[in-house]
């Protein structure tokens, strides 16, 4: 879903507006291949007032001893309620700073609408199965998350400057988010920005408390 960013109009003589811009962000891995699940972030160098937005509900979903979406971009005062479509019961639980939470499941369950009021990100895990793991990223600034062919495109923004900044979960330890500037011109020409992450191996594994003495 492609964020829009409220676009000032500047009237001159009554008739002609300012033209707001276009940004696309491509992001792949060192090998080339795009990434998917990666949050791209954009920062006006000039704030632009937001639109006030109603609260909207947002879900994410426990199948196969899954958490779906993996990554999933989120509004301060938007909420999120967990699903649990396995068979069998799951402990979502977060000890983040932005949100601490805990809901146990059993199968067919949801969760009461917790919400998101602070920006930040949010590991979200399940005790009882190790290798489930999902990201809220919480944030009041324009951000999508990038799908399999791992590209993202901001309509509709005012030219300026803009800080892009992309992080994704499989970065590796201790480095930091990279990001770019990028300026936004008046008119229908596209800006782009590429990056190459450099990722560490998908750390969903199959370890299982399920059965254990837990």
């Known amino acids: 879903m492609r964020w829009r960013v409220v676009v000032a109009w500047l009237l001159i003589g009554g008739t002609s507006p300012v033209w707001a811009g276009q940004l696309v962000v491509r992001v792949s891995d060192t090998g080339g291949h795009a990434v998917g699940d990666a949050v791209v ?19 994410v979903d426990q199948r196969d001893e899954t958490f779906i979406p993996y990554v999933q971009v989120v509004r301060p005062g938007d909420r999120v309620v967990f ?28 969760s009461p609408p917790l919400t998101l009021d602070k920006p930040g990100l949010i590991a979200v895990g399940c005790n009882i199965h190790d290798h489930m793991i999902a990201y809220l ?19 509709h923004l005012p030219p300026g400057n803009y800080t892009v ?7 590796r330890p201790g480095q ?17 920005a590429d990056f190459a992450l450099s990722l560490i191996p998908d ?7 399920e059965h254990l003495d837990y």
């Open 137 to 155: 990223f919480v944030s009041s600034e324009p951000s999508q998350v990038t799908p399999s062919q791992g590209q993202v495109t901001f309509d």
């Open 83 to 110: 699903r649990n479509s396995d068979g069998t019961r799951h402990h979502v639980y977060s000890f983040s700073e932005a949100k601490a939470f805990e809901f146990l499941l059993r199968p067919g369950e949801s």
């Open 165 to 171: 900044t992309v992080w994704h979960p499989q970065l």
């Open 41 to 59: 972030t954009l920062t006006p160098a000039t704030p632009v007032p937001a639109s006030a937005v109603a609260p909207f509900t947002r879900y």
């Open 203 to 209: 750390p969903r594994g199959f370890a299982d408390r």
């Open 176 to 192: 930091a988010p990279p990001r770019e500037m990028r300026t936004v011109d008046a008119g229908e020409q596209a800006q782009h």
